[in-house]
């Protein structure tokens, strides 16, 4: 059963990763122009609220991707690691450096060259919101179960659930923090690494950190506006986001049917904490206008979370990765109700 802590009255958006739903991103260039040079920077594509898909259908900038985002390659392929392969040897001028690179096999690259672009994509209109939203959600998931971790007396295990926030995370969201006058506050995230890198000796202490790094968190996401956060199809995007996500961090966690990398199983729990949160703000909309939808998603939001027993993950996998990718296509579809009603 998840922890029942709640820091925040989930304003809903998740600050993770999020199905924009139906849409992909459409760069003006080929994602394998040839005539790049090795450290040549890719033209910005600008994109409107419905040109990119952020549950994992839009393609992923191999030179600027979260690892988080680097993790859906991984989970494709099935190889240990990739992901951290993938970003020790940026930047790359071309797609195809990540063969000659020996990043990955050509026959790997196949399966995977229409994922990936070293374009920027320019998000704008509410794919910009939804983005935002689910990455301030990624946040939020870390937290929820680096504070777990704490709250078990492991700090060695909590840290890298900390770390990513401060050192990946926000400096992918730094400009929109910017944008959106929202008070800077990585340096209040770095005391609270600090502090738990030095093996959390004062909990008192943990604790205020802890806290003052939520409320940053939940602040940054209230400065979407109010209606969007209770807009059941904004938040169902947000939620397909944060759960592809957690997909993907639970393939990269699971190979030769054993829990290999127990930091992404870690990730996909807190991911998925935050997606039922989110969704319990939602419930009682969807439910009004979609009840079997939303008995639909209900029941496999209460499957999928079975397989996440603790924070300290299990002995064996509780489930397979096809099972949880299957629970997490199902809630994508049973959303897409939502989002695309019938006309």
Same mark, same amino acid.
């Given at each position: 059963?998840?922890?029942? %802590? #709640?820091?925040?009255?989930?304003?809903?958006?998740?600050?993770?990763?999020?199905?924009?739903?139906?849409?992909?991103?459409?760069?003006?260039?080929?994602?394998?122009?040839?005539?790049?040079?090795?450290?040549?920077?890719?033209?910005?594509?600008?994109?409107?609220?419905?040109?990119?898909?952020?549950?994992?259908?839009?393609?992923?900038?191999?030179?600027?991707?979260?690892?988080?985002?680097?993790?859906?390659?991984?989970?494709?392929?099935?190889?240990?690691?990739?992901?951290?392969?993938?970003?020790?040897?940026?930047?790359?001028?071309?797609?195809?450096?990540?063969?000659?690179?020996?990043?990955?096999?050509?026959?790997? %690259?196949?399966?995977?060259?229409?994922?990936?672009?070293?374009?920027?994509?320019?998000?704008?209109?509410?794919?910009?919101?939804?983005?935002?939203?689910?990455?301030?959600?990624?946040?939020?998931?870390?937290?929820?179960?680096?504070?777990?971790?704490?709250?078990?007396?492991?700090?060695?295990?909590?840290?890298?659930?900390?770390?990513?926030?401060?050192?990946?995370?926000?400096?992918?969201?730094?400009?929109?923090?910017?944008?959106?006058?929202?008070?800077?506050?990585?340096?209040?995230?770095?005391?609270?690494?600090?502090?738990?890198?030095?093996?959390?000796?004062?909990?008192?202490?943990?604790?205020?950190? %802890?806290?003052?790094?939520?409320?940053?968190?939940?602040?940054?996401?209230?400065?979407?506006?109010?209606?969007? #956060?209770?807009?059941?199809?904004?938040?169902?995007?947000?939620?397909?986001?944060?759960?592809?996500?957690?997909?993907?961090?639970?393939?990269?966690?699971?190979?030769?049917?054993?829990?290999?990398?127990?930091?992404?199983?870690?990730?996909?729990?807190?991911?998925?904490?935050?997606?039922?949160?989110?969704?319990?703000?939602?419930?009682?909309?969807?439910?009004?206008?979609?009840?079997?939808?939303?008995?639909?998603?209900?029941?496999?939001?209460?499957?999928?979370?079975?397989?996440?027993?603790?924070?300290?993950?299990?002995?064996?996998?509780?489930?397979?990765?096809?099972?949880?990718?299957?629970?997490?296509?199902?809630?994508?579809?049973?959303?897409?109700?939502?989002?695309?009603?019938?006309?």
């Amino acid at each position: 059963m998840f922890s029942t %802590f #709640r820091l925040l009255p989930t304003a809903t958006a998740t600050a993770i990763l999020v199905a924009l739903a139906g849409c992909v991103s459409t760069p003006t260039a080929s994602n394998t122009e040839s005539t790049a040079s090795p450290t040549a920077t890719a033209t910005p594509v600008a994109t409107s609220e419905h040109s990119m898909n952020h549950g994992g259908k839009g393609v992923i900038n191999i030179n600027t991707a979260l690892l988080s985002d680097l993790d859906k390659i991984e989970a494709k392929l099935g190889v240990p690691a990739l992901s951290n392969k993938i970003q020790a040897s940026r930047p790359y001028g071309k797609v195809e450096e990540l063969v000659s690179k020996n990043v990955i096999t050509q026959p790997q %690259f196949d399966q995977i060259k229409d994922m990936v672009t070293i374009q920027d994509v320019v998000l704008t209109g509410e794919a910009k919101d939804v983005d935002f939203m689910t990455k301030m959600g990624l946040m939020k998931g870390h937290l929820f179960v680096a504070k777990e971790l704490l709250d078990q007396s492991k700090p060695d295990q909590a840290e890298p659930h900390i770390g990513h926030p401060v050192e990946e995370i926000y400096a992918d969201v730094e400009d929109q923090l910017n944008e959106r006058k929202i008070p800077e506050f990585k340096t209040t995230l770095i005391k609270l690494q600090d502090l738990v890198k030095a093996g959390a000796k004062d909990p008192a202490q943990v604790n205020a950190e %802890f806290t003052a790094s939520m409320q940053a968190v939940d602040g940054s996401i209230a400065a979407v506006s109010e209606a969007q #956060r209770k807009d059941p199809k904004f938040v169902l995007q947000v939620i397909n986001g944060l759960l592809d996500t957690a997909n993907s961090e639970y393939g990269a966690a699971v190979a030769g049917g054993k829990i290999s990398a127990i930091i992404e199983y870690q990730d996909s729990r807190g991911f998925v904490m935050y997606a039922e949160m989110l969704y319990k703000d939602i419930a009682s909309q969807v439910a009004k206008t979609s009840p079997e939808t939303d008995k639909s998603i209900v029941a496999s939001m209460t499957e999928l979370k079975k397989n996440w027993p603790t924070a300290i993950a299990p002995a064996a996998p509780v489930k397979t990765t096809e099972q949880i990718t299957k629970l997490i296509k199902t809630i994508e579809t049973d959303s897409q109700k939502v989002l695309k009603p019938a006309s």
